[in-house]
């Protein structure tokens, strides 16, 4: 039944098996099994009134005309498995949030994004122009690609998808409102792309994660356990190592964010790389290696949820 739908749909696209995280494996061979599993116990979940994309109303104005038909046949397939179980899709059901850091149109709005806004714990800039490469690459465009690639990876595998932003075009939104968006569509996990621009010594990616505060004390230890999903996926599934000089292996708490202050589902923010330095820029510049980051984050939303 699902067995036969699933293991054709997902041997076209997804990422839930490539990376053999979550319990499944890499082999063809043992893919099915596990696969079909996980789609089972996806598929008993209500999903409630999960479109393909949602959209929440109060940030309608923020995504709006965003999310066009994506390559079609993610569309299709996410929306053909719409509150069905019978899709066997490992994501069915399920609510992604992703905020891409930033946003290309910051850069001549400065004035806007230095406008202050309250994170939870103090005054912090509604956003930044985020970094860049030597050569003039931002972070923005990168996280955007990035999350770009993830989404339709996430959708492939039946997902909904809540996009903070979907140009690099745009101003904002306000970092408190990426938060707001993601918890509005109840999303069942989150996370933030960015890329790090520090002293060009250090290298690596870091994953940074809540610190209770209040309003996201009930998603502390979930959000560690989607932040350790990470690590794993970005070791397995992508050339860029740990940072040598942010986090404990890869890990950091941060309670300056108010993408993780006001987060109440599960969210981590992933730094991959540092822009400044010259190894990690050439990586992030290359659409393989964005890819790749797409992948291993949709591999490690997998077996978080799953
Ligand atoms: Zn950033």
């Not at 393909?52 to 397939?77: I, K, L, M, Q, Y």
């Not at 069905?84 to 949030?97: C, E, I, P, R």
């Not at 968006?181 to 989150?190: K, L, P, Q």
Request: overall charge negative.
């Amino acid at each position: 039944m699902g067995v036969v739908i699933g293991v054709t749909l997902l041997g076209a696209t997804g990422c839930g098996r490539l990376l053999g995280l979550g319990g499944g494996t890499a082999s063809s061979a043992g893919a099915s099994t596990p696969a079909s599993a996980r789609s089972a116990r996806s598929g008993a979940a209500p999903s409630g009134a999960v479109p393909s994309v949602t959209v929440p109303a109060s940030s309608a104005p923020v995504v709006a005309g965003t999310h066009p038909a994506p390559s079609g046949n993610a569309t299709s397939e996410a929306t053909a498995g719409k509150g069905s179980g019978a899709s066997g899709l490992v994501l069915a059901g399920k609510v992604v949030g992703l905020d891409p850091g930033h946003n290309g149109g910051n850069f001549t709005h400065l004035a806007y994004i230095d406008h202050q806004i309250w994170n939870g714990r103090e005054w912090e800039d509604c956003n930044t122009t985020g970094t860049s490469t030597d050569g003039g690459y931002t972070e923005a465009l990168f996280n955007f690609r990035v999350a770009s690639y993830l989404r339709a990876d996430l959708l492939a595998d039946g997902a909904s998808v809540v996009m903070t932003r979907t140009s690099d075009s745009g101003v904002g939104p306000c970092v408190d409102e990426r938060a707001a968006i993601i918890n509005h569509a109840h999303a069942n996990v989150g996370i933030a792309i960015h890329a790090d621009g520090a002293a060009p010594g250090g290298r690596g990616f870091a994953i940074l994660v809540p610190v209770a505060d209040g309003p996201n004390d009930q998603v502390i230890s979930s959000s560690l356990a989607f932040a350790g999903d990470v690590r794993t996926a970005m070791l397995t599934g992508t050339p860029m190592p740990v940072s040598n000089y942010d986090g404990v292996d890869g890990v950091q708490p941060r309670d300056d964010l108010a993408g993780l202050n006001l987060a109440q589902v599960p969210m981590a923010l992933i730094e991959v790389g540092n822009m400044r330095n010259a190894t990690d820029a050439a990586l992030e510049t290359s659409p393989t290696f964005q890819q790749e980051v797409a992948k291993a984050l949709c591999a490690a939303i997998v077996a978080f949820l799953t």
